[in-house]
C-alpha cells in the first residue's frame, strides 16, 4: 500500500469511531453518585454528570421504571431531577448516552450533609489519645446495611472542584470506626427510631474557620480577612476564607438532602460577634444554593474547655470562650428553622475533643425527630431563660422548653453568679422550683445581673428533667 493511501486509510478508520452512530461516548459520573449510595425519599432529587456534548442522557430508576432525559450542553455537561418514592430498596438505577451504566444496592431514605470541624471530623476510633467514649462497643455492634455514609477528602481549592475521590459505603466495623462520630450517633438514633435507611455527608476538616466555608461573594464583604482569588496558593486550607467550600463542600452541591447538622466555631472562638454575621450568611448561602427551600440545620454549641491556657500564643488569654457560646445560643432566634444541642456537661479542661460525641449526635438527632419527623412526647430542646425578676436580695429566673421542670440531679447548684450596680460579679446560691430558680447572695443585696456557667471552662450543673443541659448565659451585656 501506497504511504498517501495508508494514511487515508487510517484517517477513514480513525473516523468512523467519532461519527459512528453505534459508538457513543460513555456517560461519566461524579462520586457523589454510586453504589450503595441513599437518595432523599419522597423528593425531586438532582443527579447530574458529563457526557458527549450535544448528545441525550437517559436516566431510569428501578422503582418506577420511568425515563428522564436530558441534553447535554456544550461542555458536554448534564443534569436533571427524578422523583424518588418512600423509604425502602434496594434499587437499581440506570444512567445511558448509548452506553448504559447501571448503579446497584440503591437505598431510599434520609440523606443529611454533615459538616464542620474536628469535633464532627473526630472517628468513631477516636483521635491519638482522645477516646470516643463507648465506641468500642458501638463500633463492634455498628453493622447495619441501612445506614451508608460517603465522605469528602479533605481539600483547600480556590477554584470550584466537581468531583472528588470517595465512595458510599454500609455501617460495619472497619467503615464506621474511620467515620464521624457524631454524625454516626444521630443516624443510628435516626435509623432506630424511624426504621429508615440514613445516607450521611461528610464535608468536614479539623481547625476550619467558618470562612473557609463560604463563597468569594459572601466572603469577600467581610473586609478583615484576605479572600484568596482564583489561582492563588492556599498555605492554611482549614482557615483560608473559600478554601474548604470550594475544595470540598462545591462537589456536593444540589445532592438531595433533608438537612444539614454543624459542629464547629471552636476555631472563631475569638471572634463572637463577627461569629453571629458569618453564621447567618453561610446558613443562607447553603439553602440558596442546593435551592431547596429552607432545609433544617441544626448544630453543637461548643462544649466548654480552658482555651485560654491551653494556647496563649494564638486565643486571646482574657477572652472567654462563654462569649462564642452565648453567640451560638443567640443565633437560634436568628435563623429560621434551626437549633442548637447544648454540650455544657461535656466539656474537658485540657481536651478540645469531647470524649461524649454520643451526647452530640443524640442532641443533634432530638432537634430532627421532634421538628421534622413528628415524633412527639419527649424533650430535644434545652431550656432558656424566658424572663428575671428581682425581690428583695433575691434574682428569679423563669425557664422555657422545660415541660416537666428542672432539675439538678440532686446536687448542689455552683455555677450561678449574681452582681449588683457595681458590675462585681460573686458566687451565688440557686434553688430550684420547678421552672424556676432562685438565686441570692450575701455580698449582693440588690441583685442587678446574674450569670450561669459563664467562664471558659466549666460543668454545667442544670438540667431539664429530660436530662438536656442548659446552656451558659448572662442576663447583662457588660
Given at each position: 500500500m501506497k504511504k498517501n493511501s495508508l494514511f487515508t486509510f487510517m484517517l477513514v478508520f480513525s473516523l468512523s469511531f467519532i461519527i459512528s452512530p453505534g459508538i457513543q461516548a460513555e456517560v461519566k459520573l461524579p462520586s457523589i453518585f454510586g453504589n450503595n449510595m441513599v437518595l432523599q425519599q419522597e423528593a425531586e432529587v438532582a443527579i447530574w454528570g458529563w457526557a458527549e456534548a450535544g448528545s441525550m442522557v437517559s436516566v431510569i430508576p428501578g422503582w418506577d421504571s420511568k425515563k428522564y432525559t436530558v441534553k447535554t450542553d456544550p461542555d458536554g455537561k448534564w443534569k436533571l431531577k427524578i422523583s424518588t418514592p418512600e423509604a425502602g430498596g434496594p434499587y437499581e438505577l440506570s444512567i445511558s448516552e448509548g452506553k448504559e451504566i447501571k448503579l446497584n444496592n440503591i437505598l431510599i431514605g434520609?440523606?443529611?450533609?454533615?459538616?464542620?470541624?474536628?469535633?464532627?471530623?473526630?472517628?468513631?476510633?477516636?483521635?491519638?489519645?482522645?477516646?470516643?467514649?463507648?465506641?468500642?462497643?458501638?463500633?463492634?455492634?455498628?453493622?447495619?446495611?441501612?445506614?451508608?455514609?460517603?465522605?469528602?477528602?479533605?481539600?483547600?481549592?480556590?477554584?470550584?472542584?466537581?468531583?472528588?475521590?470517595?465512595?458510599?459505603?454500609?455501617?460495619?466495623?472497619?467503615?464506621v470506626s474511620e467515620f464521624s462520630a457524631t454524625a454516626y450517633y444521630f443516624a443510628r438514633l435516626l435509623n432506630n427510631t424511624l426504621n429508615v435507611p440514613v445516607g450521611l455527608i461528610d464535608v468536614t476538616y479539623g481547625g476550619s474557620s467558618i470562612q473557609a466555608w463560604m463563597s468569594r461573594d459572601i466572603s469577600t464583604p467581610f473586609g478583615q480577612w484576605q479572600v484568596p482569588e482564583e489561582g492563588d496558593s492556599i498555605?492554611?486550607?482549614?482557615?483560608?476564607?473559600?478554601?474548604?467550600?470550594?475544595?470540598?463542600?462545591?462537589?456536593?452541591?444540589?445532592?438531595?438532602?433533608?438537612?444539614?447538622?454543624?459542629?464547629?466555631?471552636?476555631?472563631?472562638?475569638?471572634?463572637?460577634?463577627?461569629?453571629?454575621?458569618?453564621?447567618?450568611?453561610?446558613?443562607?448561602?447553603?439553602?440558596?444554593?442546593?435551592?431547596?427551600?429552607?432545609?433544617?440545620?441544626?448544630?453543637?454549641?461548643?462544649?466548654?474547655?480552658?482555651?485560654?491556657?491551653?494556647?496563649?500564643?494564638?486565643?486571646?488569654?482574657?477572652?472567654?470562650?462563654?462569649?462564642?457560646?452565648?453567640?451560638?445560643?443567640?443565633?437560634?432566634?436568628?435563623?429560621?428553622?434551626?437549633?442548637?444541642?447544648?454540650?455544657?456537661?461535656?466539656?474537658?479542661?485540657?481536651?478540645?475533643?469531647?470524649?461524649?460525641?454520643?451526647?452530640?449526635?443524640?442532641?443533634?438527632?432530638?432537634?430532627?425527630?421532634?421538628?421534622?419527623?413528628?415524633?412527639?412526647?419527649?424533650?430535644?430542646?434545652?431550656?432558656?431563660?424566658?424572663?428575671?425578676h428581682v425581690t428583695g436580695d433575691t434574682a428569679v429566673l423563669t425557664f422555657k422548653n422545660a415541660p416537666n421542670g428542672l432539675t439538678s440531679f440532686g446536687k448542689e447548684l455552683s455555677c450561678f453568679e449574681v452582681a449588683g450596680a457595681d458590675k462585681r460579679f460573686y458566687p451565688a446560691k440557686a434553688f430550684i422550683f420547678r421552672r424556676t430558680v432562685y438565686i441570692k447572695c450575701p455580698e449582693v443585696k440588690k441583685p442587678v445581673a446574674v450569670r450561669y456557667a459563664f467562664k471558659d471552662f466549666i460543668r454545667g450543673d442544670l438540667y431539664s428533667t429530660g436530662g438536656l443541659p442548659v446552656s451558659s448565659f448572662r442576663t447583662d451585656n457588660w
Open positions: 434520609e440523606v443529611w450533609l454533615c459538616s464542620g470541624q474536628s469535633n464532627m471530623e473526630m472517628p468513631m476510633k477516636g483521635y491519638w489519645d482522645e477516646p470516643v467514649l463507648g465506641s468500642n462497643d458501638d463500633i463492634l455492634k455498628s453493622g447495619n446495611t441501612n445506614i451508608r455514609f460517603i465522605s469528602v477528602p479533605r481539600s483547600g481549592k480556590t477554584v470550584p472542584q466537581e468531583d472528588f475521590d470517595g465512595n458510599w459505603k454500609e455501617a460495619a466495623p472497619e467503615t498555605d492554611v486550607p482549614s482557615r483560608t476564607p473559600t478554601g474548604l467550600f470550594y475544595g470540598m463542600l462545591y462537589p456536593v452541591i444540589g445532592y438531595g438532602i433533608k438537612g444539614c447538622i454543624w459542629y464547629q466555631g471552636e476555631t472563631n472562638m475569638h471572634q463572637p460577634s463577627e461569629y453571629e454575621k458569618l453564621f447567618i450568611k453561610m446558613v443562607n448561602e447553603w439553602r440558596s444554593l442546593w435551592q431547596t427551600g429552607e432545609f433544617p440545620f441544626y448544630y453543637t454549641q461548643i462544649a466548654p474547655y480552658s482555651y485560654a491556657e491551653t494556647d496563649t500564643s494564638y486565643f486571646d488569654a482574657k477572652l472567654n470562650s462563654a462569649f462564642i457560646r452565648e453567640a451560638q445560643l443567640k443565633l437560634m432566634n436568628m435563623v429560621s428553622n434551626c437549633g442548637m444541642a447544648v454540650l455544657m456537661d461535656t466539656g474537658e479542661k485540657n481536651c478540645i475533643h469531647p470524649a461524649n460525641k454520643e451526647a452530640a449526635g443524640k442532641r443533634l438527632a432530638y432537634w430532627a425527630l421532634a421538628k421534622n419527623y413528628g415524633v412527639k412526647g419527649f424533650e430535644y430542646a434545652s431550656p432558656v431563660v424566658d424572663s428575671m
